[in-house]
């Protein structure tokens, strides 16, 4: 009797025993795993850095972008646990924010949920069509020919309502946000939606009431915006041109003479250069040219739509180089504004 419960005795230490260990064995694993998922593992010198995985990019080539960086304690970790969460069939071109103390399991739901950070776009102060390809592309994958060969595509100007000439006006200059891996196709959809919203139902009337379609405003604006950096005579300056439209009159912008020359160094336009031929040039042709000479900013847009109505036909640019210009009804009274601003510039030896 005595010798059987001992024997169930020993049986149930052993029994016990086991149990013990697989409790262990179990903490341990389920600890270990949950060192590999939700321990820290992104090691970095700052806050944060970026992955930027191009489009098109396999898994191989991920492990390799960041087997590159540097940036995991423990990289066999990460790539264990991406391989368990299917992420080499869900890799998602993309620029994402990696921060320091991220763990594998964030970031693997972030790759693989494709949660990009944004990049900031900002495009201003632009003359030319290819200044402005490069000024979107400079913090976007999309290579700034891409956008340029897009840019001077009739059938892709013709789709969003515009021509070859005029399409960079689909562009109002401000700061957007896109992803990093925006196609150009992609790009230009974006940028005509914001084309659209840009011109409520206020500002189409008020085009309307300035007998201008919103393409010519613009053009009008884009040289206004050359004319003066002086925001308060924008309006004064946009009527002097309507007036002389709304007459027949050439426009005779200097602006328009330098961008058909396409010599943006010139400060004083002479006569030689009011010569050239081409269509942009309003001394040579009446009305407006055939597109924009610079991207003008909504204020400069607002500005022509909200023309000061007058009877001025003449500006000048004021003598003391305060940027302000002197108006004028004739020309008469045109000449001898224009004197006294030539006669600065010969005093200042400023002689092209």
Not at 17 to 36: E, M, Q
Not at 77 to 83: D, H, I, K, M, P
Not at 84 to 109: C, S
Request: charged letters at 20%; aromatic letters at 12%; hydrophobic letters at 40%.
């Amino acid at each position: 009797m005595g010798k059987r419960k001992k024997k169930i005795f020993n049986t149930k230490s052993v029994l016990a025993f086991i149990a013990l260990a697989v409790i262990v064995l179990f903490v341990i694993g389920a600890y270990s795993a949950y060192r590999v998922v939700f321990m820290p593992n992104v090691v970095l010198q700052d806050e944060y850095t970026h992955i930027y995985i191009p489009t098109g990019s396999t898994y191989d080539d991920v492990k390799q972008i960041i087997t590159d960086m540097d940036i995991l304690k423990n990289p066999g970790t990460f790539f264990w646990l991406a391989r368990k969460k299917n992420y080499p069939q869900l890799v998602r071109a993309g620029r994402y924010r990696v921060e320091n103390g991220m763990n594998n399991n964030r970031l693997v739901n972030m790759l693989r949920g494709g949660m990009q950070d944004p990049v900031r776009v900002t495009f201003h102060n632009i003359r030319t069509k290819s200044q402005l390809a490069g000024a979107i592309t400079r913090n976007l994958e999309a290579d700034s020919a891409q956008v340029l060969a897009m840019l001077n595509n009739p059938e892709a100007a013709s789709y969003f309502g515009f021509n070859t000439h005029t399409i960079s006006l689909m562009f109002i200059p401000n700061t957007y946000e896109f992803f990093w891996n925006t196609s150009p196709e992609q790009l230009f959809e974006r940028m005509h939606r914001e084309y659209e919203r840009f011109w409520t139902d206020a500002r189409l009337e008020q085009a309307q009431q300035t007998g201008l379609s919103p393409v010519e405003v613009g053009i009008l604006a884009s040289i206004i915006r050359l004319e003066t950096r002086r925001r308060d005579e924008m309006p004064r300056m946009a009527g002097v041109y309507i007036n002389r439209l709304r007459r027949g009159i050439p426009l005779q912008a200097d602006p328009t003479v330098i961008f058909a020359i396409g010599d943006f160094t010139i400060r004083r336009v002479l006569r030689r250069h009011l010569a050239f031929e081409s269509p942009f040039n309003t001394y040579l042709n009446k009305g407006l040219p055939p597109g924009p000479i610079s991207l003008p900013e909504p204020y400069v847009i607002d500005a022509v739509l909200n023309y000061e109505q007058h009877n001025y036909l003449f500006f000048a640019a004021h003598y003391d180089f305060t940027g302000y210009h002197i108006f004028a009804r004739t020309y008469s009274e045109h000449r001898q504004n224009a004197r006294r601003y030539h006669q600065a510039l010969n005093e200042r030896n400023i002689m092209r």
